[in-house]
Each structure stands twice: as C-alpha cells, then as structure tokens.
C-alpha cells in the first residue's frame, strides 16, 4: 500500500462512529476488511456503502452451502454487536448478504462421486405394505439444495417398465403398468412412508460424502431429504 493510499484510509477511518454507522465500523475497524476462514474456506467482505456483501475463495474446491456460511457470517456479527452493545436485529440483515453465492456449490470431486454412483442405479425392487414396485431406472442427474436444517438430494432419471403388484394374501397379484410420471401420486401413505425409508438405503452412497463436511452440512442439526424421481 502506498503512502497516499495510507493516508487517505486513515482519513475514512477516523471518519466512522460507531453508534452511528455499526455496519461501516464492523466492516473497517472489526473485520479490518479481511476475510473470515471457515473451514478452509475463506469468506471474503466487500462494504458497498450501505452492506456488506460477501463472496467465497474456495481454494480446494470444498462443497458448501450458502446456509451454513450464512450462520458462521451471522454469529460473527453477533460476536461484534455483543461486544460493541450494537442491536443487531437492526443491523444483522445487512451484515451478511450473499447475492453472489450459489445455495450450494457441489465441488468437481463430489460431482464426479455422485454422478459414478447414480449410474450404478440401474433397477428398483421396492415392497410397501401393500404394493411393490419394479422399475428400470436410467440416470440423468443430481440436485442438491440446502433448506435451512434440510439438505435435499433428489436424483433424476428415466424410469421404464414400471410395474405395481399387490401384495395383499387376500389377493390375486394382478401386475399393473405405471406411468412413471404417476410413480410417487399412485402410493398410498403407508407405501410412500416405506419407499422413503427405502431411499436413504438406496442413496446413501450419493449423500453420505456430504456427512462430514461441515461446509456443507451441520451432522449435529441438519438432517437429509431424499428423492428419485422421472426427470421432468
């Protein structure tokens, strides 16, 4: 930094009150304008003149989540407001925006795990309580999307030759062709409950990576949503 860039930062910065501008203090006497290391994840702040806005350098390419760095970003200013006596209802929203994060980025390395094991999925044999279900499943892909304390991992693909027989011992099995666009609607409450219980089975070796990285998921909190269905 140069001696002019020096002085003129001296200048802005005797310029800033805390009680009447917080966000600018935190930002320049707090923060020191430097950036915040989660996880080997550096959070980067940028002041805009009325907020901070933040961007991630992921150097080692880890999956993450805009929700949980949105907690790290939030308790860190939690932490300035309970030193300081800032209110930080008044402040907080304004101390942690994230236009630019994606609400979760999947790392090259994950992305290549889950698409490998997707394509092992190639036939399901499901039996509820009172149907089973038999398809042909070709992969197509994988979203996952962070709610809060829910990360959703719904997988996508081509479902044929679905069929539906009863199980039912007061029953003649009679096979029934399904619509794979139907798959899901046509269950009863007792199937769906067993179907979904069924899919953290099946699944497991595409969400469980995500286990035990804290970027992307809290294993004390957060629990997992699971899906397969037709792609749209």
């Given amino acids: 930094m140069s001696l002019q860039e020096s002085i003129r930062r001296i ?23 430097n950036p915040i290391e989660f996880k080997e994840l550096y959070l980067v702040p940028t002041w805009t003149g009325e907020r901070i806005e933040w961007e991630v350098d992921n150097p080692n390419d880890y999956s993450y989540s805009r929700d949980l760095i949105k907690e790290v970003l939030l308790d860190e200013f939690k932490s300035f407001c309970d030193i300081t006596n800032t209110n930080e209802e008044e402040y907080h929203h304004l101390s942690s925006c994230m236009e630019n994060i994606p609400n979760c980025y999947i790392s090259k390395k994950d992305k290549k795990h889950i698409n490998v094991n997707g394509k092992k999925i190639k036939q399901i044999d499901f039996s509820g309580s009172h149907y089973r279900y038999e398809f042909d499943f070709d992969y197509k892909k994988t979203s996952v999307t962070s709610q809060g304390e829910e990360l959703e991992v719904y997988v996508y693909g081509n479902i044929t030759n679905l069929i539906k027989t009863n199980l039912k011992f007061d029953e003649k099995p009679f096979p029934q062709e399904i619509l794979p666009s139907y798959f899901i609607s046509d269950m009863l409450d007792s199937d769906y ?40």
């Fill in 11 to 33: 200048l802005r910065e005797e310029k800033i009150d805390l009680k009447n501008d917080p966000l600018k203090y935190y930002y320049y006497k707090y923060l020191n304008e």
């Fill in 193 to 232: 409950d067993h179907w979904q219980e069924a899919l953290y089975d099946i699944l497991q070796p595409m969400y469980g990576i995500f286990y035990n990285n804290p970027r992307i998921f809290d294993n004390r909190y957060d629990f997992f949503n699971v899906g397969l269905q037709q792609t749209p």
